[in-house]
């Protein structure tokens, strides 16, 4: 089986480290590292060769395995290094539990490529997937009230020609976010809901991401939030190659 979603979440990858080694700098919509730090520069570009290299490894059959484990590490480093204290000072600001929430889907993703990746014996996988299922799906809880807690922000978002307003449309996704946590807990209908959330996070691409990209091509951070769209792509669709396995093996 060609798994795609490894291939689209090592892709989403190397496109965050492209933009970090072009800009010089970390993505701050991914890791608020202060810029007046000593050598600053310096991890910043060593974080875009890591994202490059491995990202482009986790598609070589016989470095796909260490790649994938070494991206999953590398964001679940920053993530309990710079995010999580971040957030426990600050614990009722949702927003932190959001960034949590974002990062540990990203490190997700390389765990879902590691199990699909050749080498792995499928009994190691299916246990490994089954613990992803369910850590995804408390990430998606978190997104889809951050829907509800900034309304106004997430709607500003959607495009203004999308009937029937902006703010239906961020309701809507944030109750299918919620829904498809619920699925991934529950066990219930969790691939159908891994595949809805794949187009649903394709469809933020096109028509909240990419278009960002074209009214300001120069912002930084458009650029990275691109590049996390896709690796949350990846990695949601990762999560539905690995229940299709797992059904399969059923």
């Known amino acids: 089986?060609?798994?795609?979603?490894?291939?689209?979440?090592?892709?989403?990858?190397?496109?965050?480290?492209?933009?970090?080694?072009?800009?010089?700098?970390?993505?701050?919509?991914?890791?608020?590292?202060?810029?007046?730090?000593?050598?600053?520069?310096?991890?910043?570009?060593?974080?875009?060769?890591?994202?490059?290299?491995?990202?482009?490894?986790?598609?070589?059959?016989?470095?796909?395995?260490?790649?994938?484990?070494?991206?999953?590490?590398?964001?679940?480093?920053?993530?309990?290094?710079?995010?999580?204290?971040?957030?426990?000072?600050?614990?009722?600001?949702?927003?932190?539990?959001q960034a949590i929430a974002e990062s540990t889907i990203m490190a997700l993703g390389g765990v879902l490529a590691y199990t699909q990746s050749p080498g792995v014996s499928p009994t190691r996988a299916a246990a490994i997937a089954r613990i992803v299922r369910l850590v995804f799906g408390l990430c998606l809880l978190v997104f889809g009230g951050s829907h509800f807690v900034y309304a106004k922000f997430t709607a500003s978002l959607v495009p203004a020609w999308l009937p029937p307003s902006q703010l239906s449309w961020t309701y809507a996704t944030g109750v299918a976010q919620i829904a498809a946590g619920l699925a991934m807990l529950s066990a219930v209908q969790a691939r159908l809901a891994a595949i809805l959330l794949t187009v649903m996070y394709l469809a933020f691409g096109a028509l909240v991401h990419i278009p960002s990209i074209l009214a300001d091509p120069s912002s930084h951070a458009n650029w990275a939030e691109n590049g996390i769209n896709l690796i949350l792509v990846g990695a949601a669709w990762g999560l539905a190659d690995s229940l299709s396995t797992e059904r399969t093996r059923r």
């Open 1 to 97: 089986m060609i798994a795609f979603g490894r291939r689209v979440y090592g892709l989403g990858v190397i496109g965050l480290g492209l933009v970090e080694l072009a800009y010089g700098a970390f993505a701050s919509v991914w890791l608020p590292v202060p810029a007046h730090i000593p050598a600053y520069h310096i991890p910043a570009y060593g974080s875009a060769g890591v994202l490059i290299l491995a990202g482009l490894a986790i598609n070589v059959s016989r470095a796909a395995a260490t790649a994938a484990l070494t991206l999953a590490a590398f964001f679940a480093a920053w993530m309990l290094v710079l995010l999580l204290p971040l957030t426990l000072a600050t614990p009722a600001a949702w927003g932190g539990w």
